[in-house]
């Protein structure tokens, strides 16, 4: 069965400190997507990124970055230069395409706390 | 364009009543998802459309709980008999059916059982 882990459950720096929240996955399929989503603390779940299992590529956009990797199946992201508005709770997900299954299985979040 | 919407944003309840919740996806998204957020649970899936197939219902916690999708657009969420176990933010999410499309969420219906 398919299981995300996000081990972190709280983190706290201080403004423009990097930050790297870590995700874990497990999974039979061999075609699999994995996303990350930001909660603010207003609530409504926001899209970040999306990785297909056969794009190991690293991403970058502004000061954000995502690390894929498969021999370690971890799709970690970092934060560079925090701000105080990246305050928020932060969710990896993952679906798989092969089991048709196209239901978001969620991480538990990590809560990130950007003090000024 | 508009985003998902969802209705009522809030909604307090007694134990043992029905409810039922509405989800408005984006217009064209043919994928129409229900989760949902509590404290000691996470986010977990609870219903999947799609077009016109028949939906992928594992993730329904109880008979309790139903859904429905009509004219390909509107879902409505029904719990009947609340408990108190149900009260939890229900979210629901569209997307396009592509393989791997991001699924845009909307703002959630906070329900609280008395």
């Known amino acids: 069965a398919q299981k995300v882990t996000q081990a972190q459950t709280e983190i706290s720096v201080v403004e423009k400190e990097d930050v790297t929240l870590d995700c874990v996955y497990e999974?039979?399929?061999?075609?699999?997507?994995l996303f990350w989503y930001k909660q603010p603390p207003s609530g409504e779940l926001v899209f970040l990124i999306r990785?297909?299992?056969?794009?190991?590529q690293n991403e970058i956009s502004g000061r954000y970055s995502w690390n894929f990797q498969k021999s370690t199946s971890s799709f970690n992201f970092t934060i560079t230069a925090s701000q105080v508005v990246d305050s928020a709770v932060y969710f990896c997900?993952?679906?798989?395409?092969?089991?048709?299954?196209?239901?978001?299985?969620f991480g538990s979040g990590t809560r990130l706390q950007v003090q000024p | 364009g508009a985003g998902v919407s969802q209705s009522p944003s809030n909604k307090v309840t007694e134990k043992g009543k029905d409810v039922e919740l509405r989800c408005d996806p984006i217009?064209?998204?043919?994928?129409l998802y229900w989760y949902r957020q509590s404290l000691g649970q996470g986010l977990e899936f609870l219903i999947y459309?799609?077009?016109?197939?028949?939906?992928?219902k594992s993730g329904l916690p109880s008979d309790r709980f139903s859904a429905e999708r009509t004219g390909g657009s509107v879902s409505t969420l029904t719990i009947q008999r609340t408990q108190q176990e149900d009260s939890a933010v229900y979210l629901c999410?569209?997307?396009?059916?592509?393989?791997?499309?991001?699924?845009?969420f909307g703002p959630g219906t906070r329900l609280t059982v008395l």
């Open positions: 999410a569209s997307s396009l059916f592509r393989q791997g499309n991001e699924q845009f």
């Open positions: 459309f799609q077009g016109n197939s028949a939906p992928d």
């Open positions: 999974t039979r399929d061999t075609t699999y997507y």
């Open positions: 990785r297909n299992s056969f794009d190991e």
């Open positions: 997900a993952l679906s798989e395409e092969g089991t048709g299954r196209r239901a978001l299985t």
């Open positions: 217009s064209g998204h043919t994928a």
